[in-house]
């Protein structure tokens, strides 16, 4: 009966877990527990690992049964017991490969587990960033309904005493249907920022697993250091990832190579004859003749080495890119800070100036409503500039700090 009582209780738990506002870090750490493309790359990384002992190791012996010299021609077709020579056979046979085959195996299980660490730290990074960035997004989308629905407020505050002054005769009966309009067009850009809440509510959701994210605390400020970024581009998990494909292609060429070197085998057999002559016993060995290493291994050799070279260019392709991916970031965050500075240090105040300016004049009878209502709309347009442009410089800090640093630090 308590059970019965608590099971709902205990049912939703998690979801109450769930229900607690996310801090930035607090995003970040979800995401790492929750993403399931982080828990795939940690499969394939078990596979990997899993598959490290059977690499190199001896292929499994052969049992073999049958029978010798059983005569089919002759006066003693068929007759086996009248036959001196019929025999019983039952072997076993272990082939072994060439030391140097089994260690370029290992060698190739060693670099899938290391591309297989490579992958994870890749994706490991990618679900950082991304949620990191919506999270961002997400705070500012929120800020920016704020801020709207203030400008809003005020405006609606102004219309308000529109009929008064029209009874009054200070306003003309135009200008409250001007009020009304500019309302409407507050009221559908609230529409596009209460959708892009949503939307980034849902992209936040794809990240952390939280079916309704509501996030708590500062939006962080990071300090972006271009030195710092560019020293540490080699030990990036992109270049890491190709490295160990590097050692992977390294072993298909020495795996390549050990294919012209002979492999051998052993086998023993227990041979039963008529009890009047006894029992034998066999035994051999095997040896691989690579006779026709042009046709076959050198071709596989061949192919292993180009396949290497091919890694060898992609890795350069990719150092080239990262590097140029960087400052080509970095300027963009140079400029993305300049605009914001301007948008916050002028566009913003002489917007709430005009505001002030404007409201003044009207409410001294020297100003129309739609004067006001154009200034109110300007102040919109100055406040969610603003905030576009400080999201812009926080999603680049985070771009850059977490894209680009290196796993060493």
Excluded at 84 to 101: C, H, I, W, Y
Excluded at 112 to 120: G, K, M, P, Q, Y
Excluded at 204 to 232: C, K, M, N, Y
Excluded at 304 to 331: K, P, S, Y
């Amino acid at each position: 009966m308590r059970f019965r009582v608590l099971a709902p209780l205990l049912a939703a738990l998690p979801g109450l877990a769930f229900a607690q506002p996310l801090t930035f870090d607090g995003a970040l750490q979800r995401a790492r527990q929750e993403a399931p493309s982080l828990k795939a790359k940690a499969l394939g990384l078990e596979a990997a690992r899993s598959a490290r002992p059977a690499a190199g190791a001896l292929p499994d012996p052969s049992l073999a049964v049958g029978i010798d010299s059983f005569p089919v021609s002759g006066p003693l077709a068929f007759e086996p017991r009248r036959d001196d020579f019929t025999m019983v056979r039952v072997g076993v046979s272990q082939e072994l490969p060439n030391l140097a085959k089994r260690h370029a195996q290992q060698a190739r299980a060693d670099a899938n587990i290391a591309v297989a660490l490579a992958d994870s730290a890749v994706e490991a990074r990618s679900v950082e960033v991304g949620t990191a960035l919506a999270w961002i997004n997400l705070a500012f989308a929120e800020r920016r309904l704020s801020a709207l629905d203030q400008v809003f407020g005020s405006l609606h505050r102004v219309v308000k005493t529109t009929p008064s002054a029209v009874r009054s005769g200070a306003a003309r009966p135009a200008q409250a249907l001007a009020g009304e309009q500019s309302l409407a067009m507050l009221e559908d850009r609230r529409s596009e920022l209460v959708s892009q809440v949503a939307r980034a509510k849902a992209i936040l959701t794809r990240w952390t697993g939280d079916t309704d994210p509501e996030i708590a605390g500062s939006i962080p400020d990071f300090a972006v250091d271009p030195a710092g970024l560019r020293a540490g581009l080699d030990a990036h998990p992109s270049i890491r990832m190709i490295e160990a494909a590097e050692r992977q292609a390294g072993a298909d060429v020495r795996v390549a190579q050990a294919g012209r070197r002979s492999d051998f085998g052993v086998n023993l057999a227990y041979q039963r004859r008529d009890p009047r002559f006894g029992d034998y016993v066999s035994a051999g060995v095997t040896i691989g003749l690579p006779l026709f290493t042009r046709r076959r291994q050198n071709a596989e050799i061949a192919s292993a080495q180009a396949n290497a070279g091919r890694v060898l260019a992609e890795r350069e392709a990719a150092q080239r890119a990262i590097v140029a991916d960087l400052d080509a970031d970095l300027a963009d965050h140079i400029m993305h800070h300049e605009q914001w500075m301007r948008a916050r240090d002028t566009l913003q105040p002489l917007a709430e100036q005009r505001v002030k300016l404007e409201t003044a004049s009207y409410a001294a009878g020297r100003a129309s409503l739609t004067d006001v209502a154009e200034a109110h709309a300007a102040l919109a347009d100055a406040l969610l500039t603003t905030l576009d442009r400080e999201a812009m410089v926080a999603a680049d800090g985070a771009r850059l700090s977490l894209t680009y640093r290196s796993d060493d630090r």
